[in-house]
C-alpha cells in the first residue's frame, strides 16, 4: 500500500537549519508531483512548495521563498526539504503529500524553532 513517511524535524534556534525527508513505497514515484505542507497549532494546514514529477518545476509559499528548497531523488522514492534561515513563525507539523485517487499523507514531523 501506498506509505509517506517524514523525518527530520527537531527543535533548532532562530536562524538554524533543518532537512526534512520524505520516504515513499507503494506507487510510482517517478510519476508524481509531491508537495509539502504544515500545520502550526490553531492554524489551517498550508501549502509550502511542490516539485514536479521529474523535480523541473518548483513552488513555493511567499513565506518560505529563497529559504526553503525542495528536492527529489527518484532513484530513492524520497523528497527533501531543506530549510534555511529558520523562523519561529516556522514551527508547525510539517507532512509530504501526494494526489493520485485522492490526497496521501504521511503522519507529519515537528520542526520547532525557538531561543
Known amino acids: 500500500q501506498v506509505q509517506l513517511m517524514e523525518s527530520g524535524g527537531g527543535f533548532v534556534q532562530p536562524g538554524g537549519s533543518l532537512k526534512l525527508s520524505c520516504t515513499t513505497s507503494?506507487?510510482?514515484?517517478?510519476?508524481?508531483?509531491m508537495r509539502w505542507y504544515r500545520q502550526a497549532p490553531g492554524k489551517e494546514r498550508e501549502s509550502v512548495a511542490f516539485?514536479?514529477?521529474?523535480?523541473?518545476?518548483?513552488y513555493y509559499a511567499d513565506s518560505v521563498k529563497g529559504r526553503f528548497t525542495i528536492s527529489r531523488d527518484n532513484a530513492k522514492n524520497t523528497f527533501y526539504l531543506e530549510m534555511n534561515s529558520l523562523k519561529v513563525e516556522d514551527t508547525a507539523v510539517y507532512y509530504c503529500?501526494?494526489?493520485?485517487?485522492?490526497?496521501?499523507w504521511g503522519q507529519g514531523t515537528q520542526v520547532t524553532v525557538s531561543s
Open positions: 503529500s501526494f494526489v493520485s485517487d485522492r490526497a496521501y
Open positions: 507503494g506507487f510510482t514515484f517517478i510519476n508524481y508531483a
Open positions: 516539485i514536479g514529477s521529474h523535480g523541473e518545476t518548483t
